[in-house]
């Protein structure tokens, strides 16, 4: 998924992810991050951003450029088939085609129903990433588990940045 996740670490490499917050939490289900608006945890517009229009990114993976469109979309990636289990890192978007931009949301149980090749819905979210330790998914299992209103922690998550390290 070369396009989502240079995306991802375009985004976090200039810092757009500094001092978000988690702005959707579902015990059993996901945690939902990367709205721009998150950053007031009181915004009504949590969850309704991306990042600007009109912008670009290259492509790790080809070296090619990518632009995102006029309201900061990417083009989807449906390629591979990975399922959404437990850890995975998936790209939100709106449920129209080509509608994903800065918000992703990491899975804490198996939702194979999100997946882009699981016909049973029409939600189509690709697998970008996987959290890397046990320990990761147990942090996001605390996130989920915090207390909530409308899905959205009544004390802010914070994600103070995220940091891109090669291996």
């Known amino acids: 998924m070369p396009i989502t996740a240079s995306n991802f670490i375009d985004l976090a490499n200039n810092g757009f992810y500094d001092g978000l917050t988690f702005h959707r939490v579902i015990p059993n289900f996901m945690a939902q991050f990367g709205c721009p608006y998150s950053k007031d945890p009181t915004s009504r517009r949590a969850g309704t951003g ?41 790209m939100a978007n709106t449920g129209q085609p080509n509608s994903g931009g800065s918000q992703f949301f990491i899975n804490v149980v198996h939702n194979s129903f999100l997946d ?22 147990k942090l996001i299992q605390d996130i989920v588990s915090v207390p909530s209103r409308s ?17």
């Open 116 to 137: 882009w090749f699981d016909d049973s819905t029409p939600s189509k979210h690709p697998v970008f990433g996987k959290v890397r330790s046990e320990a990761d998914l």
């Open 151 to 167: 899905d959205r922690p009544i004390t802010p998550v914070v994600m103070e940045k995220i940091t891109i390290v090669e291996e």
């Open 50 to 90: 991306g990042p600007d229009g009109n912008t670009s990114y290259t492509n790790l993976g080809d070296g090619s450029t990518v632009n995102r469109d006029r309201g900061g979309n990417i083009p989807d990636e449906l390629t591979a088939e990975i399922s959404n289990e437990p850890g995975t890192v998936s």
